[in-house]
């Protein structure tokens, strides 16, 4: 399984961003899919989840109304988009997945993280 997030970059506060998350090795349209960010010295958090069809979302708390999560299954490919960016949202961007549904998304003993990608919102 490959999860290759992209997107990142730095950006002024109030500013967006777009992320992608590209998936292979999994049947993509089977598989909820989840945004997570780990800050330095922090532990990694799950940001937004998306069920396998993309009729179903959450967001954490200090992400909703800002961020948005979709998904285009013929791309395997899960979005984050990012509005109003504050400071506190710079981290390492990751996605993950899980058959289970988006209820799974929260857990904490995923093997695999592939590459995540860098989001810095200066002040």
């Known amino acids: 399984v490959q999860l290759q997030a992209s997107g990142g970059g730095l950006v002024q506060a109030g500013g967006s961003l777009r992320l992608a998350c590209t998936v292979s090795?999994?049947?993509?349209?089977?598989?909820?899919m989840g945004w997570y960010r780990q800050a330095p010295g922090k532990q990694r958090e799950l940001v937004a989840g998306?069920?396998?069809?993309?009729?179903?979302?959450n967001y954490a708390d200090s992400v909703k109304g800002r961020f948005t999560v979709s998904r285009d299954n013929a791309k395997n490919t899960v979005y984050l988009q990012m509005n109003s960016l504050k400071p506190e949202d710079t981290a390492d961007y990751y996605c993950?997945?899980?058959?289970?549904?988006?209820?799974?998304?929260?857990?904490?003993?995923?093997?695999?993280w592939g590459q995540g990608t860098q989001v810095t919102v200066s002040s």
């Open positions: 090795g999994i049947i993509f349209r089977h598989n909820a």
């Open positions: 993950n997945f899980d058959r289970r549904g988006i209820r799974w998304l929260s857990r904490t003993d995923f093997v695999s």
């Open positions: 998306i069920n396998n069809s993309g009729t179903s979302t």
